[in-house]
């Protein structure tokens, strides 16, 4: 487990660019964090360390939003899905093992996932301080 | 009797054509590439290879579900397009019933499984006996500890088949001396054996039409209730709205 604080949006984004080095291709990320937090900054550093030109934005309505880049990218927003019905029917398991899943709001599908996967935490320390820990996560 | 049948409800692709309870052909691709850029181009292939033309065909099969969300849908959608211009009859395929019918002539127990993730498992039971195949149980979505609870009941020999198969045995060896997995040949869903259902079907009237046709989708009865618990629990937090 490693624990990291940052200091602004462009900071996370690095962090997490830098763990997108770390990837093989087939990955879980399951983040957790409250709104806000800076769930979606993350996976903008992340898809953007894999070679992602195109914009990341939120999924909150289209649950799903899918990148292209070293690795395909396939970035969920569960802050939606009230039901296993709902979850089937994103097609979740279906992404599985075919690129690198990055969830946000995986506190309401956490019992869904397998335990082999990377969870990251991102805590609200002030307005522009976060404390992100990353569990599961080659060292970087 | 022609029947075109065609499997995408897991990460093989295949197609089999069926003339008279006669195999003609059968293409099968296990790779990594989605079904929607594979499934017409061996569907094409097996048609123009066997010198078959669409417009043969009497019955278009499909295994309508337990499957992946996408790759059930990419199926019943490609066999509703061929089959309404022609105005032929579908077969809604059970994948567990096509498992059961591409197994060997035995007698025992097949005992088809999927893995529906979250230790659960899509399954249904069949009797082969004198190479008859009978259902035993609707499809289902059950745990892996109920299964092994229910087939603690069977004294015959239980064959255990379907891309779940493996994940059960680990679990059943112990328990279950009787269980046996079978080799990998037969283990995963082939278009072949929706054609032999299909083709039973068809004797019993029990074919559809292409708008009949539908996914057949199973729910998790267990993964419900712990999603309703914890969504209850972060009712709070949901309040919010973004
Ligand atoms: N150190 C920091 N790291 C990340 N974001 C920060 C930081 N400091 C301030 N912010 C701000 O916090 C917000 C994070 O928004 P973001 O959309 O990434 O959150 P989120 O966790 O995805 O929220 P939601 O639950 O609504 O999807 C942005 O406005 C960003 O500018
Ligand atoms: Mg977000």
Redo the contacts between chains.
């Keep these: 487990m490693q624990k990291f604080i940052t200091k602004s949006p462009e900071e996370t984004e690095s962090l997490a660019e830098q763990i997108a080095k770390t990837l093989e291709g087939t990955e879980m990320i399951a983040m957790f964090g ?2 806000g937090a800076g769930k979606t900054a993350f996976t903008r550093g992340l898809a953007r360390g894999l070679g992602v030109d195109d914009g990341v934005s939120s999924p ?1 309505f289209a649950l799903v939003h899918e990148y292209s880049g070293k690795y395909p990218v396939y970035h969920f927003d569960m ?1 939606r899905v ?4 709902d ?3 994103t ?1 979740f ?2 992404y599985m093992d ?1 690129g690198v899943m990055v969830i946000e709001w995986s ?6 996932l ?1 335990e082999n996967r990377i969870n990251i935490t991102i805590k609200h320390l002030s307005e522009n301080e976060r404390e992100i820990t990353v569990e599961g996560a080659k060292e970087i | 009797m022609k029947i075109l049948a065609i499997d995408t409800s897991a990460s093989p692709v295949s197609a089999a054509l069926l003339s008279d309870g006669k195999l003609l052909g059968e293409f099968y691709l296990n790779i ?1 590439t989605t079904h929607s850029q594979t499934l017409m181009p061996i569907v094409s292939a097996l048609l123009s290879s066997s010198g078959t033309d669409i417009k043969d065909i009497d019955v278009f099969a499909v295994n309508a579900g337990p499957g ?4 059930v849908r990419i199926g019943v959608a490609s066999v509703k397009g061929m089959a309404m211009p022609l105005d032929k009859p579908c077969a809604q395929v059970s994948t567990l019933e096509a498992m059961a019918y591409s197994m060997p002539y035995s007698d025992g127990i097949v005992c088809s499984v999927m893995d529906a ?2 230790n659960q498992v899509y399954n249904a039971l069949f009797r082969l006996n004198g190479g008859k195949t009978e259902r035993l149980t609707e499809d289902r979505a059950l745990s892996i500890d109920e299964l092994a609870d229910e087939l603690s009941q069977y004294s015959e020999t239980v064959y255990l088949t379907g891309d779940g198969a493996e994940l059960c045995s680990n679990k059943f060896t112990d328990c279950l001396p009787n269980v046996i997995l079978t080799p990998v040949n037969i283990r995963f869903q082939h278009a072949y054996g929706t054609a032999v259902a299909a083709e039973k079907m068809a004797a019993e009237n029990r074919l559809c039409t292409s708008a009949q046709l539908m996914p057949v ?1 199973l ?2 009865p267990q ?2 209730r ?3 618990a ?2 209850a629990k ?1 009712n709070n ?1 949901k309040g ?1 709205e ?1």
């Design positions: 409250d709104l909150t802050y009230t039901s296993w019905d979850l089937y029917t097609g398991f279906d075919n506190e309401n599908i956490v019992d869904f397998p | 990594k992946s969300f996408t790759g993730r979250c989708y729910r998790l993964a419900e712990e999603l309703k914890r969504l972060n937090k919010e973004k």
